[in-house]
């Protein structure tokens, strides 16, 4: 419910910038086609990336949320990553790219007429342009990089990336603490969504629990685990009897 109420606020938020972005834009388009501002076309090429950005979001939020399925036993929220990645691409393509040709543009404009007296004025005008325009160098530039790192963390969770270490040594570290356990051989984890994570360990109980209770160990350690970490809701647990120790 907290999750759901949670979208419904994004959501809210997301369609209000959207329509302010539009409006903006429009009103950066008729500035930059009227004045024949490169910087102004830049900043309205910026304010559609975002726009677009957001209306990916929306995508994101209505597809990710749906419940596990046959097809998809894990649920739908990696579908947050893939409209970021798409979100990246149009703002690399429609942002940054657009901007970066629009500065380019401007600095290249000059007379091929001049004589060669004019030069001077005309390094001193192509100085000033550089300087005026550098605007919209600035943030196609801007634009490349904020592309470059939201499809560089889409692409990772895409393939499948781990959770950070420091939770991946909690993790561990609290099945550890179970009297139960012997020994974590192996844990696995991978982010399937903003708020889903999946953790698959391969343990060893401690020597002398009795068959019948593994069942209940592995259920309690489940339920201690989405207790503390509730973002870990899909855990499974390999259960193998450890060996009697040396000596016992």
């Known amino acids: 419910m907290a999750g759901s109420a949670a979208d419904r606020r994004t959501r809210l938020t997301v369609l209000v910038a959207l329509a302010a972005n539009l409006v903006i834009a429009a009103a ?4 930059g086609l009227a004045s024949g501002s490169p910087a102004l076309l ?3 090429a910026h304010s559609v990336a975002d726009s677009l950005n957001e209306v990916f979001l929306l995508a994101a939020l209505r597809r990710s949320r749906r ?15 893939f409209w970021a990645l798409l979100a990246a691409v149009g703002i690399f393509v429609m942002g940054g790219c657009f901007s970066f040709y629009q500065g380019l543009s401007a600095l290249r404009r000059d007379d091929h007429d001049e004589s060669p ?13 550089f300087v005026a325009e550098s605007a919209s160098l600035g943030i196609g530039l801007l634009l490349v990089y904020v ?25 561990v570290g ?22 889903s994570v ?6 060893d109980l401690a020597p002398g629990i009795d ?11 489940r339920e201690a685990m989405a207790d503390r970490w509730p973002q870990a809701d899909q855990v499974f647990l390999d259960v193998t009897n450890a060996p009697p120790r040396a000596g016992l």
Not at 67 to 81: I, L, T, V
Not at 174 to 195: C, P
Not at 211 to 221: L, T
């Open 28 to 31: 950066k388009t008729v500035g």
């Open 42 to 44: 830049s900043e309205a």
């Open 67 to 81: 419940p596990a399925d046959a097809r998809h036993p894990f649920g739908y929220g990696k579908e947050r990553f």
């Open 117 to 129: 007296e004019g030069y001077t004025a005309g390094l001193i005008v192509l100085g000033v342009a």
């Open 147 to 171: 592309a470059f790192r939201l499809g560089r963390d889409a692409r990772e969770q895409l393939i499948g990336e781990a959770v950070d270490p420091e939770l991946r040594r909690d993790l």
């Open 174 to 195: 609290f099945l550890m603490r179970q009297s139960e356990i012997d020994n974590v051989a192996e844990l696995l984890t991978m982010r399937l969504g903003m708020d």
């Open 198 to 203: 999946l953790v698959a360990a391969r343990i």
């Open 211 to 221: 068959s019948e209770r593994i069942e209940e160990v592995s259920m309690r350690i």
